[in-house]
């Protein structure tokens, strides 16, 4: 083979400008005179030159201004002398009067960034993006020379920040908060007044329950604007910090309680996250659409719903959402009522929502009735609630979201249809989250067989962890296992929980706390049981004692306000468990959150509810006597 033709097509000198500058010749470090000052300003500025040419009177204007004639020729070709040797002779090209490089002659880390902005390879941008162009290099009697560095210097500095934040928008998107927050920071290192950067800094840090760092960015960034610029932050940097300000973002927390360990990424679950942020998104910016999660109990829809939840409550967005209980099944309208007042009540717009829906509406939601003044007509609950929800929608992007949806009233399931239809012409995203297993749901399966028909959306199906997902999870839990023992637990892993996210995630913490499970096994489940009709004396020994030891590791107060959850069951408020408990008020809220952030109850306006009924039941077998039990209850007045 030729070797021209060899190096056209691998060519063999890289130099690398974001950042300090680096040259690389056929992998090792370059020769030392090719990266003296004017010999590295003279091969770069000639690289990002027209057609890579420049006469040798400019160039010597550039870089030799300060010498005579004589010797700034000299100079120039000396430079030239050191190219040719590195670079080849076909490769620099000079004449009386030009001078110039082979078209691949060199590569250039930035040009090869620009090539991959211009596809949205955002990933690959950002690797490159490893500081600003030529960092630290500087020629100071060549003053031409330092004009054109400052140009190169801003431009390329926006290109590396917008690659830099795109990706981090990206790894936010995938649940990757830790290096999303990372990503970020470089980009906001490069402009500390960059607030797309900051912003998304900032929610990687909130996602991953850092509110204090999210905040104290924020700060830095309204210091760095008024001194830099003279300006203060953009309406949208203003509305994310006053939602960071406060204790919880809708209700949910928001930043780790005290103890609590950080809440890991969501694992396994990147396609269908995926899909889920993709629906959101298109909703923003278009019509609406209708999104269905089913799946397994503790196969992840709560925490997958939870993902996107606390992304939209970051954005400006209207978040309402609700969940069921199987009490809730015998309450007509219970569905309706737990999103009007899981958000929709206090969403900006409704003051224009006509006087007729509210007044419908007031006796699911009292908070609506000041502005049913006035009416006379009468509307049906599904026709008022679109009408509401239209009147937000008109504002801005509307969620709603139904998680356990199976345990939903009869009277809300029959209305979602048509309420989806009702509001496919402004940007709302209705999320229905079920659990199918074992159960058939009439309303479920019309409401499916309408997407992509007459109603915009999808369905996601979640199944149970695979080998491979099971082993990205003991990775992230057990970092110091070598690939022998993670193979060993995987196996474990997959005979004992049979792949059920819920319950592999509590025996992998049960493990990073101490747990040793026994040598002998059990299979689980048995043909035809799922996690729907199992029972505590069911699930192996190993998982039991896996959510036994992860109820004792919690904080004496924090034990007591779960296992009073447990003995009440169902939806409770946060003022029973106190008055069950004998704790102060504050006591228990700061009890809530920690139980709320690891996951043992999920929370709405209507109370807290366990996160996997079959924690519960374990609870109650296992940890909470019968008469601990009854004397919550009666304590309660339940």
């Known amino acids: 083979m030729d070797t021209r033709q060899v190096m056209t097509e691998r060519p063999q000198v890289h130099v690398y400008v974001l950042g300090p500058a680096r040259i690389t010749v056929a992998g090792k470090p370059a020769p030392a005179e090719l990266l003296w000052r004017k010999h590295l300003a003279l091969l770069v500025y000639l690289a990002r030159s027209p057609r890579r040419a420049r006469t040798r009177e400019h160039l010597i204007g550039l870089l030799w201004s300060e010498r005579d004639d004589k010797s700034a020729r000299h100079s120039l070709s000396e430079a030239l002398r050191v190219f040719r040797r590195i670079l080849g002779d076909t490769h620099v090209r000079a004449d009386v009067d030009q001078?110039?490089?082979?078209?691949?002659?060199?590569?250039?880390?930035?040009?090869?960034?620009?090539?991959?902005?211009?596809?949205?390879?955002?990933?690959?941008?950002?690797?490159?993006?490893?500081?600003?162009?030529l960092e630290g290099l500087s020629v100071p009697e060549a003053n031409e020379l330092e004009t054109w560095l400052a140009a190169e210097r801003l431009g390329w500095r926006a290109r590396s920040i917008e690659a830099l934040t795109r990706h981090a928008e990206a790894q936010i998107a995938a649940g990757e908060f830790a290096e999303a927050r990372t990503t970020a920071l470089r980009a906001q290192a490069l402009d500390p007044t960059a607030e797309p950067a900051v912003r998304a800094a900032m929610r990687a840090l909130a996602l991953s329950g850092d509110r204090s760092a999210a905040l104290e960015l924020a700060q830095r960034l309204s210091v760095d604007l008024r001194e830099r610029v003279g300006s203060e932050p953009a309406p949208e940097t203003q509305r994310l910090t006053e939602r960071l300000r406060q204790a919880r973002v809708g209700r949910r927390v928001v930043s780790a309680p005290a103890g609590a360990r950080a809440r890991g990424p969501l694992v396994g679950r990147r396609e269908a996250l995926a899909r889920l942020i993709g629906a959101w998104d298109g909703v923003r910016h278009g019509n609406g659409a209708c999104v269905l999660i089913e799946g397994e109990p503790g196969e992840g829809k709560t925490r997958l719903l939870d993902e996107l939840l606390d992304r939209a409550r970051l954005e400006d967005a209207t978040v309402s959402s609700g969940r069921a209980v199987p009490a809730d099944a015998a309450v007509p309208w219970s569905g309706l009522a737990g999103l009007l007042t899981g958000g929709l009540d206090t969403a900006p717009g409704l003051a224009a929502a006509p006087p007729a829906a509210l007044s419908a509406l007031a006796m699911l939601d009292p908070?609506?009735?000041?502005?049913?003044?006035?009416?006379?007509?009468?509307?049906?609950?599904?026709?008022?609630?679109?009408?509401?929800?239209?009147?937000?929608?008109?504002?801005?992007?509307?969620?709603?979201?139904?998680?356990?949806?199976?345990?939903?009233?009869a009277a809300t399931t029959g209305a979602l249809p048509q309420l989806a239809r009702d509001l496919a012409d402004r940007p709302v995203l209705l999320v229905v989250s079920a659990a199918t297993s074992g159960r058939r749901l009439d309303w479920l399966e019309m409401l499916r067989a309408h997407l992509g028909r007459d109603l915009r959306g999808e369905a996601i199906r979640l199944e149970r962890f695979d080998a491979s997902a099971l082993g990205?999870?003991?990775?992230?839990?057990?970092?110091?296992?070598?690939?022998?023992?993670?193979?060993?637990?995987?196996?474990?892993?997959?005979?004992?929980?049979?792949?059920?996210?819920?319950?592999?995630?509590?025996?992998?913490?049960?493990?990073?706390?101490?747990?040793?499970?026994?040598?002998?096994?059990?299979?689980?489940?048995?043909?035809?049981?799922?996690?729907?009709?199992?029972?505590?004396?069911?699930l192996p020994p190993a998982v039991v004692g896996a959510i036994c030891l992860q109820f004792n590791r919690l904080p004496s107060a924090?034990?007591?306000?779960?296992?009073?959850?447990?003995?009440?069951?169902?939806?409770?408020?946060?003022?029973?468990?106190?008055?069950?408990?004998?704790?102060?008020?504050?006591?228990?809220?700061?009890?809530?959150?920690?139980?709320?952030?690891?996951?043992?109850l999920t929370v709405e306006v209507r109370g807290y509810a366990f996160a996997a009924p079959i924690v519960r039941a374990v609870l109650l077998q296992e940890m909470v006597k019968p008469g601990r039990a009854e004397r919550y209850r009666t304590a309660s007045g339940a």
């Open 367 to 409: 908070d609506l009735a000041a502005g049913a003044v006035g009416s006379g007509d009468r509307l049906e609950p599904p026709r008022a609630f679109a009408a509401l929800v239209r009147a937000a929608a008109a504002e801005q992007p509307v969620l709603l979201a139904l998680d356990d949806a199976h345990d939903l009233d």
């Open 472 to 538: 990205a999870l003991a990775r992230r839990a057990l970092p110091r296992y070598d690939e022998e023992e993670i193979a060993r637990l995987v196996r474990r892993l997959e005979q004992d929980t049979a792949g059920v996210p819920l319950l592999a995630a509590a025996m992998l913490e049960a493990i990073v706390d101490g747990f040793r499970m026994t040598a002998e096994a059990s299979a689980w489940p048995s043909e035809r049981r799922t996690l729907v009709d199992t029972l505590p004396g069911d």
């Open 558 to 600: 924090v034990q007591e306000v779960l296992a009073a959850a447990a003995a009440l069951g169902g939806r409770v408020r946060a003022a029973t468990l106190a008055r069950a408990t004998g704790l102060e008020g504050a006591g228990v809220d700061r009890a809530l959150d920690r139980l709320e952030w690891d996951r043992w």
């Open 99 to 133: 001078v110039a490089l082979g078209p691949d002659a060199i590569t250039l880390d930035c040009d090869q960034l620009a090539t991959m902005g211009a596809a949205q390879d955002w990933a690959g941008a950002a690797a490159l993006a490893q500081g600003d162009f």
